[in-house]
């Protein structure tokens, strides 16, 4: 029973983290229709960021001082990469693909996004090596402060989303792009904005994941992207509360998996909950309906 | 290496080792391949012998540890005469980490170098696409230390200097249930890779023929980097150790999250996917008092691998690892091979490496058995005060 309980804890834990980075997938999305792929790599690259961030100008200080400053950089240049991949690889397509109306329009963008996502995480290799790096230990509770953290940043994604001018922009845009437009809203700006925002939150998912799991290297984007990615879509994709109860609901279930004698094989469970919950609602839990060809 | 600069073409082979000598970081240029060219050896001049490593990509340090182990071999085999008054020149070639550059580069030291015989890979991967070419132009290979079963099984041409996976599963088990007397063991493993998955299945046969059980088993997902749970699951079970056959880096993680739960180092044991300088930078404290086997360990009790020791510092200026000193077994195994050879050519250097009983190398007394294999002993290191030390050797012998 309590085999139980802990894995269910461990399973919130890593859900939330989980979530963090499935929010930069689903927000992209909701203004973009595009599937940033790109996005696992963002989170890898906010990894070493904290990594070399904790173990160069950080070293000396007390953990509880560092560990804020150490996502802050981490944060910082995640947003500042994630605004570059758009600027370099995603703007200029999809202006010159007609803003989502030319034939091919949504697959140019798609391919690219890959490309992208590959790109970055063989100059991750190239620049830092294949080896693991393990990160510096910070004696906290790693996994009470990554759930924590994770409600609290959500709960403020919420308010920004709800709340603010911008977030109404982006809602906007999720509706209607050239409306949005033709209302005076600056798009590309709050594209940007979007850019940023997802990438600084999976560059917070990254810091937590490797103190809590130890090490950065260049394929964790890899493992952690495709299960947050499939979080959103099983949340919804485009839908904010959707990627969060998806990647709680992901972290659970893989954790309970590894109660089962199934543990080497977790992502195929991970994936019959997600055939079996998009069978039963197409669109994902919070998906809005619609026909809508992609 | 002043005595190997007689020609223009041993001079870029010659610069070459020259930069490696100079403790050179960056990848060294393959030799002088291109330049080595057209003819093949005369009757009279070098022996030419292929070596491809993963001097580039990935697994660099292994490629790199591999050359330094070759290359202090060969100088020390030059300086003493060579073989039957020849000298031997060993080309390097790159496989960059990659398969289908291993397979190129095996057939383009055969085809355009006229090797006599071939030295490589470390990974298994490697080793299988480079043995497939050697091995249908019948051309003598040898491998340093891919462990997969499959390497060298079927292929007349092709030898191995370390032991195979069954073996080392099977040392393994022994050593648990004979040494340190625990017969309830629990099991953890990388489900998704062969390595990791094989040798904790060849292990879990040999506990039950030694009177042990397995009373726990957990296979983990390829990046899975969350541990809690197995170990939760582990532990519940109670068993006095526990076998986890996987990679260094994995390793890592894994007695990190151990030691959040209060679990022992000595509680681990682990195979030859542990040995690597960043498990000790990682892991040190959190695994002291874990066993693993291994190929070798630098402080081991036996007068060869001291010897060697001694001279790969004097020459490199580092302590050298399981790697190097197993291809530095596999380039000494061959250049004496070649002594025994009736000729300096293919086919009798090939039965020559064949016949080999007894040979002392740095990594024990190695036999090449009727599957072309290497029957010799397994070393059982231990992590003790931030270090790898030489625990015990067992000597299984494959059925």
């Known amino acids: 029973m309590s085999g139980l309980l802990s894995a269910l804890l461990n399973g919130l834990a890593q859900g939330a983290m989980i979530a963090l980075v499935a929010l930069g997938y689903t927000m992209v999305y909701g203004v973009l229709k595009l599937i940033n792929f790109a996005h696992s790599e963002v989170f890898m690259m906010g990894a070493y960021a904290g990594f070399f961030a904790l173990a160069g100008p950080l070293a000396g200080l007390p953990p509880l001082a560092a560990l804020p400053l150490t996502i802050v950089a981490a944060m910082a240049a995640s947003s500042a990469l994630g605004v570059a991949v758009e600027r370099v690889a995603y703007r200029p397509i999809l202006a010159r693909s007609g803003g989502g109306k030319a034939v091919g329009s949504r697959i140019t963008p798609l391919v690219t996004a890959l490309g992208a996502s590959v790109l970055l995480q063989n100059a991750a290799v190239l620049a830092f090596g294949a080896r693991p790096r393990s990160y510096a230990r910070v004696p906290i509770n790693t996994q009470l402060v990554i759930f924590v953290t994770a409600l609290v940043v959500m709960g403020a994604l919420h308010l920004l ?38 990438s600084s939150l999976a560059a917070l998912g990254a810091v937590l994941y490797c103190l809590d799991q130890s090490q950065a290297y260049a394929t964790m984007g890899q493992v952690i992207g495709t299960r947050a990615f499939v979080a959103a879509v099983l949340g919804g994709i485009g839908s904010i509360p959707g990627a969060v109860v998806g990647g709680i609901l992901l972290g ?24 079996a919950v998009l069978l039963w609602r197409p669109t994902g839990l919070f998906g809005k309906g619609g026909v809508e060809k992609v | 290496m002043v005595a190997a600069m007689s020609t223009r073409r041993s001079l870029l082979c010659g610069l070459a080792l020259a930069a490696l000598a100079a403790g050179c970081s960056k990848s060294s240029a393959p030799s002088g391949a291109p330049a080595a060219g057209a003819s093949g050896a005369p009757a009279t001049g070098e022996i030419l012998v292929g070596a491809y490593f993963s001097l580039s990509g990935e697994e660099t340090q292994f490629g790199k540890d591999s ?20 000298k031997v020149k060993v080309l390097f070639e790159d496989t960059k980490s990659m398969p289908q550059e291993a397979t190129n580069k095996v057939r383009q030291l055969i085809d355009r170098n006229k090797v006599v015989a071939l030295l490589g890979e470390v990974a298994s991967s490697r080793s299988l696409a480079g043995g497939l070419i050697a091995n249908a132009a019948k051309v003598p290979m040898i491998t340093p230390s891919s462990t997969n079963v499959e390497v060298t099984r079927g292929r007349d041409f092709v030898f191995r200097v370390c032991f195979t996976d069954d073996a080392q599963g099977a040392a393994a088990a022994e050593f648990v249930t004979e040494k340190l007397k625990k017969k309830k063991i629990g099991l953890l493993y990388l489900a998704q890779d062969t390595y990791s998955s094989g040798l904790a299945k060849t292990f879990s046969e040999a506990v039950k023929k030694h009177g042990g059980e397995i009373v726990v088993e957990k296979g983990y997902q390829k990046g899975e980097k969350n541990f809690r749970t197995h170990l939760d699951q582990l532990m519940a079970a109670k068993p006095e150790i526990v076998f986890v056959p996987n990679y260094y880096s994995d390793m890592v993680p894994i007695a990190q999250q151990a030691k959040e739960k209060n679990i022992p180092g000595s509680m681990f044991l682990g195979g030859d996917g542990w040995d690597s300088e960043d498990l000790l930078k990682g892991a040190a404290t959190e695994l002291e008092g874990a066993y693993f086997t291994n190929h070798y360990a630098p402080d081991v009790p036996w007068e060869n691998s001291k010897k060697f020791v001694a001279a790969y510092q004097a020459r490199w200026k580092r302590e050298p690892s399981s790697l190097a000193a197993q291809a530095y077994d596999a380039a000494k195994l061959l250049f004496d091979a070649m002594g025994r050879a009736k000729a300096i050519e293919p086919v009798a250097i090939r039965d020559a490496v064949a016949e080999t009983r007894g040979f002392s190398g740095a990594t024990g007394t190695i036999s090449i058995d009727k599957d072309r294999n290497a029957d010799k002993p397994l070393v059982v290191v231990q992590i003790k005060g931030g270090k790898f030390v030489y625990h015990a050797t067992v000597n299984e012998k494959r059925p």
């Open chain 1, 252 to 275: 659970v279930v893989g954790e309970l998996t590894k109660l089962t004698s199934y543990s080497g094989g977790q992502d195929v469970l991970t994936f019959v909950v997600l055939i």
């Open chain 1, 161 to 198: 989303v709800s709340k603010t001018w911008m977030g109404k922009a982006m809602r906007a845009l999720s509706t209607n792009v050239e409306a949005a437009r033709l209302m005076g809203v600056r798009t590309s700006r709050v594209i940007l904005f979007t850019f940023a925002l997802g």
């Open chain 2, 67 to 86: 050359q330094e182990g070759i290359v202090l071999a060969t100088d020390q085999l030059n300086s003493d005469g060579g073989v039957k008054g020849r």
